[in-house]
């Protein structure tokens, strides 16, 4: 058995504290966090304090807070011979001011505090400073996750922008498709088959190889028709995006 | 039974010929296509004819070539008293010039010749002149697909833009992280489970409710982090994106 302790109580925090409480191989001894109000954790039984003298002894501590926070609450830490980890995309492992052992322990995935979430299909992404910490990091992802990778901070940096652009810049631009949906009275549940095939389609191709649309055929008639039906706003991303397929098929 | 001709060979018209042939409700009695070599049809022993004086008769004609031909071609066909339609979703019913009863049979997919699909979850758009040719269209969608919609050229039109957003855009957006991955030697695998979580997401939740990341929370600090990783072009996307989700959540 594994002994782990989380520091946090946000939503990575919480899923991750229900992926361990299920794992047969992982001991979650503790929580730290400001607030010891979690009604889940208090069922499971397990110990939560909110003064960092009373942490305990664990082999690993993941600190899973927000991440303007985890530079600073990591200055307040004090375990030496430990290693502590923080679980943030965009934080490099540099920015853990801490007299300990670092590394990174960072579930991709865009996550909520009450949905559910299965921990097996998320990628977990790990870094640390030496062999003997990242075969720790490995065993604990493993025992949650299918899909363990490793990545150091360079890496990570890049697969946060790029998380932005499939996940939320995505997402944004389904809220624009339901806003005109919205605005010519027709119900956004007929898109929603086109965009689960579209999310499907690149799991076994390239994007490039799947682009389809009026921008790709150079459909100049069918472009001209479109910006009139939208507004300023949704004509500047439709004009930029058309532009920039434009390109990628020339580039290739 | 209902005897229905398909007038075109592309991708649109073979996967509705394949549907028809399993479709019990439906007589497929030839296919009008310029070059009639389609192997696929020839086993299936579906007369293909290259003439338009030759066209048999039928309860129906589903012409189904690109969208720019649609006017020109429509011209060409006199079929007085019969149900003449097209399926494209950027044309409008009357670009259709011939003199004969008018609809659209509009499947709204992304669809690719070679690729299986089932027409059941393809949601079928029509549009008729009068209630008798709109029960029709009525009872040759459904006998392929379980999501048949009452939508007019002008919804359609926008439906059509919105489908460029959720489907062209959206997979540019995935070419987009692809490269970003591909540019820092990180695994595009590692988003596979992201980027299908995002589209889930909304079946059940609209876009608006469900948009995470720093735009949204507006974390000017991970923002600038993220523009200084990309190139030129890819910035000018982040920051229109960026600016419009910033916009959004002040409008609600």
Tied chains: 1, 2.
Excluded: W
């Amino acid at each position: 058995m594994i002994d782990v302790i989380i520091l946090g109580n946000g939503n990575v925090a919480t899923q991750l504290a229900k992926a361990f409480i299920k794992s047969k191989d992982i001991n979650l001894v503790q929580i730290y966090a400001r607030s010891s109000s979690n009604k889940y954790l208090t069922k499971k039984k397990i110990p939560i304090t909110n003064s960092i003298k009373s942490i305990k002894n664990a082999d690993l501590y993941i600190i899973a807070i927000s991440d303007d926070a985890i530079n600073g609450f990591s200055e307040k830490l004090n375990f030496k011979n430990k290693l502590v980890v923080h679980t943030s995309g965009s934080v490099s492992i540099n920015d853990l001011k801490y007299n300990a052992n670092k590394g990174v322990f960072y579930p991709l995935q865009s996550i909520s505090k009450n949905k559910k979430i299965s921990f097996k299909k998320i990628p977990i992404c790990l870094e640390a400073e030496n062999k003997k910490d990242y075969k720790l990091l490995e065993k604990v992802a493993n025992s949650i996750s299918k899909k363990v990778y490793h990545i150091n901070s360079e890496q990570r940096k890049s697969l946060h922008v790029a998380a932005v652009f499939v996940n939320n810049f995505t997402n944004h631009l389904y809220k624009i498709g339901k806003d005109i949906c919205d605005e010519h009275k027709v119900d956004f549940e007929i898109l929603k088959p086109l965009i689960s095939e579209t999310a499907k389609k690149i799991t076994k191709l390239s994007p490039l190889q799947v682009q389809t649309g009026p921008a790709v055929r150079n459909d100049d008639k069918t472009i001209k028709k479109h910006l009139k039906l939208l507004s300023k706003k949704q004509q500047n991303i439709y004009t930029l995006l058309t532009n920039s397929i434009k390109e990628s098929k020339k580039d290739n």
